[in-house]
């Protein structure tokens, strides 16, 4: 019989600490996604572009617990993302690296924040749907993302795209 305790994963902590991963999403033809976001008020920065990704949940650390922690792509984080992508725009993406590492301590929501930033490839871009988090997309220049209407994130986008 197993031992009960080992079963279980403690996330107590996924309700004060954010891991926050955001990608560029690179095409073959070597333009990056841009989303916009929906007008959703309720939602950060309604109305404005941003890069694909979102947070990691405690379903993540369960469902991908077993086979993580070994860098090859099989990880909590690497799955997660990929989650994200697939449900913001019906993508499936390859050669994931990370490209950048930011925290930061939120008084206001008092919630410790880990921001990782990734750049990847577009295995297939002919399906591409968007969630209803968004309205639009363009593929764009790195260059081009840098002028569109992003909000304010803290500089998480433009950290990530001055490090492609």
Not at 14 to 30: E, P, S, Y
Not at 126 to 136: D, V
Request: with cysteine.
């Amino acid at each position: 019989m197993k031992d009960r305790k080992r079963e279980k994963i403690y996330v107590d902590w996924i309700d004060r600490v954010k891991v926050l991963q955001k990608a560029a999403v690179f095409n073959k033809d070597g333009l990056v996604l841009a989303l916009k976001r929906t007008d959703d008020a309720n939602r950060p920065n309604p109305g404005c572009w941003d890069l694909v990704g979102g947070r990691v949940e405690a379903a993540d650390i369960v469902k991908w617990k077993t086979k993580s922690g070994r860098g090859d792509g099989n990880d909590i984080l690497a799955n997660a993302l990929r989650r994200e992508i697939k449900e913001e725009a019906n993508l499936e993406v390859g050669n994931i690296r990370a490209i950048h590492v930011a925290s930061a301590y939120s008084e206001k929501k008092e919630m410790f924040i880990v921001a990782i930033g990734y750049v990847c490839e577009a295995v297939d871009e002919s399906n591409i749907k968007l969630s209803a988090e968004h309205c639009g997309l363009r593929w764009v220049f790195k260059d081009e993302f840098t002028n569109l209407e992003i909000g304010d994130d803290g500089g998480l986008i433009a950290s990530i795209l001055q490090k492609i």
